[in-house]
């Protein structure tokens, strides 16, 4: 854990969301929506929490992170660039044909990518298999997963929840990012999840509630209370906003997935400075 401030992440946080705007014109277009939501869950882990280095991708003891809303990589492999893993100069090639940064994350491709994700519903499952497998070699890193709440209707994912509680994977740790929408329209009208925090707590989770998952000091408390929690598997529901930073954006499902033209684009960078 480092000593970065919540200043300098609220920063870090608006420079991904001008790099996710910046992407999804290199590539045509994105699902710039539920990577804008994540972004700030995505910059506290990475440059606070996340015990990683960008010099040493595959050092045996690092933490492990699973996108399993691997459709956000259009936030999560520019977070890597940031981070350091990555150039930069490599995601104007983001999709692009022979490229190694796709619509989903190849971790045989991304430097820095512990999981190829996309098909939603298998990152829990795999997040719990990478958190059991360091409680058998008595490995102390942790395993953190980004799930979308759409992908909560993939019975898979629950599944995953009865066998983290049954290890006591209490070095597993699940975020939400609860941004109410999915790509067929809102969640509760597709498949309503709720009462979802009770959903966790009935399969023997420690739920924390986060009212404002966009707001840094909430996220960083949030994941303060987290990573010291012991005896049981963590889940972090944290509410979001869907395109959170673009005016046009926000808490449209269009944007879901989508491209931007040029006025688009300086809307979008005007609302992010002066966010």
Same mark, same amino acid.
């Given at each position: 854990?480092?000593?970065?401030?919540?200043?300098?992440?609220?920063?870090?946080?608006?420079?991904?969301?001008? %790099?996710?705007?910046?992407?999804?014109?290199?590539?045509?277009?994105?699902?710039?929506?539920?990577?804008?939501?994540?972004? #700030? !869950? %995505?910059?506290?882990?990475?440059?606070?929490? =996340?015990?990683? /280095?960008?010099?040493?991708?595959?050092?045996? #003891?690092? #933490?492990?992170?699973?996108?399993? $809303?691997?459709?956000?990589?259009?936030?999560?492999? &520019?977070?890597?660039?940031?981070?350091?893993?990555? *150039? $930069?100069?490599?995601?104007?090639?983001?999709?692009?044909?022979?490229?190694?940064?796709? +619509?989903?994350? /190849?971790?045989?491709?991304?430097?820095?990518? *512990?999981?190829?994700?996309?098909?939603?519903?298998?990152?829990?499952?795999?997040?719990?298999?990478?958190?059991?497998?360091? $409680?058998?070699?008595?490995?102390?890193?942790?395993?953190?997963?980004? =799930?979308? *709440?759409?992908?909560?209707?993939?019975?898979?994912?629950?599944?995953?929840?009865?066998?983290?509680?049954?290890?006591?994977?209490?070095? =597993? !740790?699940?975020?939400?990012?609860?941004?109410?929408? +999915? !790509? /067929?329209? &809102?969640?509760?009208?597709?498949?309503?999840? @709720? &009462?979802?925090?009770?959903?966790?707590?009935?399969?023997?989770?420690?739920?924390?509630?986060? *009212? /404002?998952?966009?707001?840094? @000091?909430?996220?960083?408390?949030? %994941?303060?209370?987290?990573?010291?929690?012991?005896?049981? &598997?963590?889940?972090?529901?944290?509410?979001?906003?869907?395109? $959170?930073?673009?005016?046009? +954006?926000?808490?449209?499902?269009?944007?879901?997935?989508?491209? %931007?033209?040029?006025?688009?684009?300086?809307?979008?960078?005007?609302?992010?400075?002066?966010?």
């Amino acid at each position: 854990m480092t000593n970065i401030s919540v200043a300098e992440l609220k920063e870090k946080a608006k420079q991904l969301r001008n %790099l996710i705007i910046d992407t999804t014109v290199w590539a045509g277009s994105g699902h710039a929506g539920g990577a804008l939501s994540s972004a #700030d !869950i %995505l910059i506290a882990l990475y440059f606070k929490y =996340l015990n990683v /280095d960008p010099k040493k991708p595959c050092w045996e #003891d690092r #933490d492990r992170f699973v996108l399993s $809303k691997g459709h956000a990589a259009v936030g999560y492999i &520019p977070c890597l660039a940031l981070k350091g893993f990555i *150039d $930069k100069e490599g995601l104007k090639r983001f999709n692009h044909f022979k490229s190694p940064y796709g +619509m989903h994350p /190849d971790s045989l491709k991304v430097t820095g990518c *512990d999981a190829s994700t996309g098909s939603l519903g298998h990152g829990l499952p795999m997040g719990v298999g990478m958190a059991l497998g360091a $409680k058998v070699q008595k490995k102390a890193y942790k395993t953190v997963v980004l =799930l979308g *709440d759409g992908e909560c209707n993939e019975g898979s994912n629950y599944e995953a929840m009865m066998s983290a509680n049954h290890y006591k994977l209490d070095n =597993l !740790i699940a975020i939400v990012d609860r941004n109410k929408f +999915m !790509i /067929d329209g &809102p969640t509760e009208e597709v498949m309503s999840l @709720e &009462p979802f925090a009770a959903k966790w707590t009935a399969f023997g989770w420690n739920v924390i509630e986060v *009212d /404002d998952g966009n707001n840094m @000091e909430k996220v960083c408390a949030a %994941l303060d209370t987290a990573w010291e929690h012991k005896g049981s &598997p963590t889940v972090i529901i944290a509410s979001t906003v869907k395109g $959170k930073g673009v005016s046009f +954006m926000e808490n449209q499902v269009v944007w879901h997935y989508g491209a %931007l033209d040029s006025s688009q684009v300086e809307q979008a960078k005007a609302d992010i400075a002066n966010s």
